[in-house]
């Protein structure tokens, strides 16, 4: 009997560790992939060349990705600077000071929000954001635009982003012992600066991290963002101008124009683009978690 639990037990074990392997090499592994795919790209170009250029003629063999990854940026900023603000400012409140009623049923509206498929905020873009954009927003600003524009995805991905990044600062301040709250109120400070100054301050690495995996799904979203951006290989300033970001590259040209020589290396690098910036989010966010726990 005691020689089976111990075969059971090292079983077990030997699993757990090989799940835990696979999972810490998948990222790894997909990289490794994607760069074998990407490599006939860099027999012409330096990565420097590639990432730079904003030349994009794939039948003169010219590929120019500052286009897609200054779209990609310009989305998830904007909708960063939409969305952040609001997920704080609601969670504050939800979890500080409304009642228990209006988070019961908040609770099940942030679930129908994340459960969404993408494609739906998408055809809700069309249809309520891009004549808004166009109608009303763009000659606030003196200037004109079809309402297809980075301003457009901005505000449909940060909709999308805010049930994730929501939900997440939710469970974050709900982990704040209320002791310390209680502590703070005993000693005079009123509602609003043990709110401040205790559970935000308690909060700082949950915080970051939410905002950190917010933006890594903003960038790499895919479908509502292609529907509402434009599409447009242009390197603007403007908002209000088309945008092309990598994931839209991905999505609407892969299985199309594989004539064209390194067409397939050229989105298979874009790929590669997509999970090292996504990666490079993630370390920044992680140091940053390091930086507060810390202090």
């Not at 297809?148 to 995805?153: E, K, P, V």
């Amino acid at each position: 009997m005691h020689f089976r639990r111990r075969i059971v037990d090292k079983i077990s074990g030997f699993w757990m560790v090989t799940t835990m392997v696979t999972i810490l090499l998948m990222p790894v592994i997909i990289g490794v992939g994607l760069y074998i795919k990407a490599q006939p790209l860099f027999e012409h170009n330096s990565v420097w060349d590639l990432i730079s250029s904003s030349d994009w003629s794939p039948s003169k063999g010219k590929f120019g990705f500052w286009p897609f990854i200054a779209g990609s940026l310009y989305v998830t900023i904007f909708s960063f600077l939409f969305a952040a603000p609001i997920c704080l400012f609601a969670a504050i409140h939800l979890t500080q000071f409304s009642s228990k009623r209006l988070v019961q049923i908040m609770y099940p509206v942030i679930d129908v929000l994340a459960g969404l498929p993408s494609v739906i905020y998408g055809v809700w873009g069309i249809l309520v954001i891009v004549p808004l954009v166009s109608n009303f927003l763009a000659p606030i600003f003196n200037t004109s635009s079809s309402g297809y524009s980075i301003f457009a995805g901005g505000i449909v991905l940060s909709v999308m982003c805010i049930p994730y990044m929501l939900n997440m600062l939710i469970e974050v301040f709900n982990t704040v012992p209320v002791g310390l709250k209680e502590a703070a109120l005993s000693l005079g400070a009123t509602q609003w600066e043990s709110v401040k100054h205790v559970v935000i301050r308690k909060s700082y690495p949950g915080i970051i991290s939410a905002f950190g995996l917010g933006i890594a799904k903003a960038f790499g979203e895919t479908i509502a963002v292609m529907m509402v951006v434009g599409n447009s290989v242009m390197s603007s300033h403007n908002p209000f101008d088309a945008g092309y970001p990598l994931p839209a590259l991905i999505a609407n040209n892969y299985g199309e124009m594989m004539s064209i020589p390194m067409y397939d290396s050229a989105l298979m690098f874009a790929a590669l683009l997509l999970l090292v910036i996504i990666l490079a989010i993630n370390l920044v966010f992680r140091y940053f978690i390091h930086k507060t726990q810390k202090q």
